[in-house]
T-cell receptor
Framework: DTGVSQNPRHKITKRGQNVTFRCDPISEHNRLYWYRQTLGQGPEFLTYFQNEAQLEKSRLLSDRFSAERPKGSFSTLEIQRTEQGDSAMYLC?????????????FGQGTRLTVV | KQEVTQIPAALSVPEGENLVLNCSFTDSAIYNLQWFRQDPGKGLTSLLLIQSSQREQTSGRLNASLDKSSGRSTLYIAASQPGDSATYLCAVITGGGNKLTFGTGTQLKVEL
């Protein structure tokens, strides 16, 4: 297992278009997270899955955002009708379930630029 | 609401110097604390995880300490090298789901 994988690494899109990102977590990790990071800031939580169930969504996740994790494996994050304010790095992470061993591992991120 | 603060925001040191990065959090009821490194335009690399019952963790030249009661953690880097130049982020887990709340990071530059 080579860790968390995200595709694409970079995406440039015109305002109003839809985009979809993919994340493949570490295979034995039940939990998968999406975060968003803007320049000069720390990542902010968007949503997370335990297996295929989406258990929490941040208020940052507007109605234009949707995430799925079919069969509890890879996950997709879709943004509809993109806006310039959506430009950011979108980070995916995975971790084991539990309160003790919670170490999260991140992918390389998808850099979205909306023009 | 948990808030995480990192001081300083930026730091420049000569090669070989020992340094300390600081992280503070407002809600001491944390599960764990994790330190990450981020290179420009890249994802996050996990450096150290400190469980709430632990006071410190070490990995190579890195040592992280945790004082839950005072809401503080420090990351100590010994004998800094130019390759250590990066942004260092701390994050805490306080709620269910093990989601992370991040600070804004300390941008470190180690000069030759």
């Amino acid at each position: 297992d080579t860790g968390v994988s995200q595709n694409p690494r970079h995406k440039i899109t015109k305002r109003g278009q839809n985009v979809t990102f993919r994340c493949d977590p570490i295979s034995e990790h039940n939990r998968l997270y999406w975060y968003r990071q803007t320049l000069g800031q720390g990542p902010e939580f968007l949503t997370y899955f335990q297996n295929e169930a989406q258990l929490e969504k941040s208020r940052l996740l507007s109605d234009r955002f949707s995430a799925e994790r079919p069969k509890g494996s890879f996950s997709t994050l879709e943004i509809q009708r993109t806006e310039q304010g959506d430009s950011a790095m979108y980070l995916c992470a995975s971790s084991p379930t539990g309160l003790v061993d919670t170490e999260a591992f991140f992918g390389q991120g998808t850099r979205l630029t909306v023009v | 609401k948990q808030e995480v603060t990192q001081i300083p925001a930026a730091l420049s040191v000569p090669e070989g110097e020992n340094l300390v990065l600081n992280c503070s959090f407002t809600d001491s009821a944390i599960y764990n604390l994790q330190w990450f490194r981020q290179d420009p335009g890249k994802g996050l690399t996990s450096l150290l995880l400190i469980q709430s019952s632990q006071r410190e963790q070490t990995s190579g030249r890195l040592n992280a300490s945790l004082d839950k009661s005072s809401g503080r953690s420090t990351l100590y880097i010994a004998a800094s090298q130019p390759g250590d130049s990066a942004t260092y982020l701390c994050a805490v887990i306080t709620g269910g789901g093990n989601k992370l709340t991040f600070g804004t990071g300390t941008q470190l530059k180690v000069e030759l």
